[in-house]
């Protein structure tokens, strides 16, 4: 359509409906709804039929669908005032109307949480309800639309097993009475599936079972409802049982459509591909090969449905080890797709991409590189600079690059780049800080790449020159999961300008910081992550004046942030009336910070500050915290009360698993079960059991019944499916109290080799801090007796390394002479090792590596002479060229450059 103006667009929507647009022609339109309503009155967009009104209820359904409910409400609105005047207010259209305007605010509600347009939309489906009964009685399918509606704003407010539940029964009344063909299906199916695909794809076997039940099942429908089941996740786990859907697939297909038509084709393809990838690879072959053949007869040719088939027959040989063969399969795809562009210009990118992987695997390196360079062409002549497409090449392209660069030097880059000139006037510092950014630029994973640049902008700013420091950082907060890295970055140059400059211009370097968190959004966490990171680093790393400072930097633009980092320096201070009058006055939710402020108050025995948050609105989701802090002051009648409150699901089930243990440890069984019972109730309503619940249910089951009784009551009481998580919780709790022998038994009775093999991991693990603690008691005897050789030998004995960096200082500082270096080169030696046995093994461990090599280098620079400093710094990069390990080598680098720190700012 040429250009028009809205209202033309408005009249063409209303004669002819949403699908005459184009789709800028569809927001067009809408905007112009939006800047008028709810200022003009519905008539003035001039609705006059039923019909027209219908086609605005389906436009604002469009927009749902498409995952804009936002743009949906003026329409639906008004629809609704249409409908209602044209037909009445209990009119079948006018109760379509109603349904699209409750499920456009439940979407709304649903992401971003607003208690009016809930309750607005509660009331809609209420109102849907009787207009439907009213029409049709209460065996009128079109109900179920209600339950669905009811069911979205229980997943809004967190009650998940009653969503589902309300789902259910939504799904299996529309799905009997209309058939799993319907649209109105169709529709229940997308959002169940969206909701809890678990639970749908019970539902949805349930149903197959039912109609294969039926003496007259047609066909079509049992094909649909096959295909309902496998889009669903529950097939990953019952992969045997999806195998033989896929045939059942195939067989009703041939049957329907014939054996050689295109239907039959794509139904083998999608066998072969489900059984290659999740059952073995040499049984979805024979399915891809005769799709292959299918697809060469097939009338009308479909090159895109060939050429499909045969890459993933090639990925299947080359996953298979015959890389020749899937090279074969690839360079056919390419030459099929590349004659018919139009319209396969992903898969060609694709195929292209994977062939230069395939050659690559058969060690042909040039002509790879080759390959990879024209994928990366013929992304940029479909697809033009900035497409997603241009950019997947270019990485593939830029990832081959470094695989390359790692063959040459056989995984060791620091070798490589070491071996590249050293800077003038042998400057070490300058040494590792190029050696990091040079190891970076061919480095073959963005964690890896990420964790250098951070650690070279650090060493940067240690060293003065804070400009390039910034300049590093700031491109390094490009990949989201690396904030932190990138957050302590600044805090490290905020801190070296206050000691070289002063306030001001640690202020500016926290205004950079600041603005760069702003553009990140940090990987699988919500809100203002990246700003929390940077605060917490400043005020770990470059003190408690700069921290004060950052907030006063985001107060006025970002007051919620700025309270909530006052109320964790409160609590920092022990401060804990001052938070708690913080937090009365906090905005938004705080049920994290009360939650937060309810441990801590906990454990500082202030049982009268526990009541008052327990009997606070403000502890919201966070009830179960409370529910442990009146337990742990020793209120179990108030707890319980409280816990009798809690409607959120989870939060419920926390609160009564700490009932249960209190009262298992009390010797109270009556208690216990009582309360066992009602978590088991709120197990069986969740898709799956929740690790941190069973745990403590099982430790509470231990301390009343012990090892064999509680696991044989578990099995009695828990779905089948939690028994092997409530036991694996069982083993952990028994190997913390020593209990190795009692553990084993526990694996062993889950007759599961995997199982086993997890118990005995996890005594090795626990064998191992127990003998470092053992080793530590022995350094702290030596290094009081100054015996300097058996410390030595000790620290060379301790498993984790970060205690091995941190005794190897400890020896350091009170010894002198060559003792000291000695140390130190302990230290060195320990520095690569293993992180993740210690205590603190759910943290970032990468985290106490890269701390203890900055302790370790910073030792060094205080302790030993300039000589002794540049040699030690030469056995570290020595060492870190030696390494295959980025991460292990990094650390000998990052030591060997805090060792040899510029003696004043180098800028």
């Not at 780049?417 to 994973?445: E, K, M, T």
């Amino acid at each position: 359509m040429a250009e028009a103006d809205p209202e033309t667009l408005w009249a063409v929507l209303l004669a002819q409906g949403h699908a005459a647009l184009s789709e800028p022609e569809q927001i067009e339109v809408t905007l112009w709804v939006l800047g008028h309503f709810p200022g003009a009155m519905p008539a003035t967009f001039l609705i006059e039929s039923a019909a027209e009104a219908g086609r605005v209820a389906a436009f604002a359904h469009h927009w749902i669908d498409v995952g804009k409910p936002q743009l949906a409400p003026p329409l639906a609105r008004l629809a609704l005032a249409a409908h209602e005047q044209a037909c009445g207010v209990d009119a079948e259209p006018t109760a379509s109307s109603v349904a699209a305007l409750a499920l456009a605010l439940t979407e709304i509600d649903g992401r971003e949480g607003v208690p009016e347009l809930r309750r607005e939309a509660a009331g809609l489906a209420d109102r849907y309800r009787t207009i439907v009964r009213t029409l049709g009685g209460d065996a009128d399918p079109r109900i179920a639309w209600s339950d669905v509606i009811a069911s979205r704003l229980a997943a809004a407010d967190g009650r998940s097993a009653e969503a589902a539940d309300l789902m259910a029964r939504a799904y299996g009344r529309v799905v009997v009475a209309c058939g799993p063909l319907h649209d109105f299906v169709r529709r229940v199916v997308d959002l169940f599936i969206d909701l809890d695909p678990l639970r749908a794809s019970d539902s949805m076997r349930a149903e197959l079972a039912r109609r294969d039940g039926l003496a007259d099942a047609d066909d079509a429908a049992t094909l649909r409802q096959i295909r309902d089941v496998l889009v669903t996740t529950a097939h990953w786990y019952v992969p045997d049982e999806a195998s033989r859907l896929h045939e059942r697939l195939v067989e009703l297909t041939g049957r329907l459509h014939g054996g050689e038509s295109a239907a039959q084709g794509e139904a083998l393809y999608q066998q072969g591909c489900f059984q290659s990838l999740y059952m073995d690879l040499a049984l979805g072959e024979p399915a891809l090969r005769r799709a292959i053949e299918i697809q060469e007869r097939a009338t009308p040719a479909s090159p895109a449905a060939l050429g499909r088939t045969l890459r993933q027959l090639a990925l299947v040989q080359w996953r298979r080890g015959e890389a020749a063969e899937a090279e074969a399969l690839l360079r056919r795809t390419v030459v099929l797709l590349r004659r018919h562009e139009s319209g396969n210009e992903a898969a060609l990118v694709g195929a292209a991409i994977d062939l230069a992987g395939t050659i690559q695997d058969q060690g042909r390196w040039q002509q790879a590189e080759a390959q990879f360079t024209e994928a990366f062409r013929i992304a940029h002549r479909l697809f033009g600079e900035n497409a997603l497409e241009t950019e997947e090449a270019r990485q593939c392209l830029a990832r081959f690059r470094r695989d390359l660069a790692h063959h040459h030097a056989d995984g060791k880059l620091f070798g490589l780049c070491y071996r590249l000139p050293v800077p003038r006037d042998d400057d070490r510092w300058a040494l590792a800080v190029r050696l990091l950014f040079d190891v970076a630029q061919h480095a073959r994973s963005d964690e890896d790449e990420s964790m250098l640049c951070a650690e070279g902008a650090v060493l940067l700013a240690r060293g003065g020159q804070v400009t390039r420091a910034l300049a590093a950082a700031g491109a390094t907060a490009g990949v989201v999961r690396h904030e932190w890295e990138a957050a302590a970055a600044y805090a490290h140059a905020a801190r070296a300008e206050w000691q070289a400059h002063g306030s001001a211009a640690a202020f500016v370097v926290l205004e950079a910081a600041v603005t760069q968190a702003g553009r990140v959004a940090v990987f699988e966490r919500t809100g203002e992550a990246a700003l929390d990171d940077l605060h917490a680093a400043v005020r770990s790393i470059a003190g408690p004046d700069l921290a004060v400072a950052l907030t006063g930097l985001v107060r006025e633009s970002k007051p919620a942030v700025a309270h909530a980092w006052t109320f964790e320096a409160h609590l920092d201070a022990g401060e804990l009336d001052a938070a708690w009058a913080m937090l009365q006055a906090m905005p938004a939710d705080r049920s994290v910070p009360a939650g937060d402020l309810c441990r801590r108050a906990a454990g500082k025995g202030r049982g009268d500050l526990v009541r008052a948050i327990a009997s606070s609105p403000l502890i919201g989701h966070m009830g179960h915290v409370a529910v442990a802090g009146l337990l742990a002051v020793g209120a179990p009648d108030e707890a319980a009360a409280l816990a009798g409150s809690l409607d959120n699901s989870f939060d419920r089930l926390e609160a009564v698993v700490a009932l249960a243990r209190v009262a298992a440890v009390a010797g109270q069984p009556e208690d216990f079960e009582r309360w066992a019972d009602e978590a088991i109730t709120l197990l069986n309503r969740s898709s799956s059991g929740l690790f941190q619940s069973l745990a403590v249910l099982a430790e509470g089951a231990i301390a009343l019944l012990g090892p064999r009784e509680a696991r044989a009551w578990a099995g009695r009481r828990l779905p089948a499916r939690d028994l092997s998580t409530f036991a694996s919780a069982m083993a952990r709790h028994l190997i913390n109290d020593d209990r190795l022998d009692e553990a084993r038994a526990v694996a062993a009775s889950l007759d599961s080799p995997q199982a086993t093999r997890d118990v005995e991991e996890d005594i090795a693990r626990h064998g191992r801090r127990a003998a470092d603690r053992t080793t530590l008691r022995r350094i702290e005897a030596c290094i009081a007796a100054r015996a300097v050789d058996a410390a030595l030998r000790e620290i060379g004995v301790l498993h984790n390394a970060w205690f091995a960096v941190d005794r190897s200082i400890a020896l350091a500082t009170s010894v002198e002479g060559g003792a000291t270096y000695a140390a130190l080169q302990a230290g060195l030696a320990a520095l690569p090792g293993h992180y993740e046995d210690e205590v603190f093994a759910g943290l970032s461990k990468e985290h106490f590596r890269y701390d203890a090599a900055r302790l370790l280098g910073q030792a060094a620079r205080r302790l030993l002479g300039p000589a002794e400093r540049a040699s030690f710094a030469d056995m570290a990069f020595e060492r870190a060229a030696e390494l295959a390990d980025l991460p292990r080598a990094a650390t000998l680098v990052i030591a060997a450059g805090e060792a040899n720190l510029p003696e004043a700012p180098a800028g």
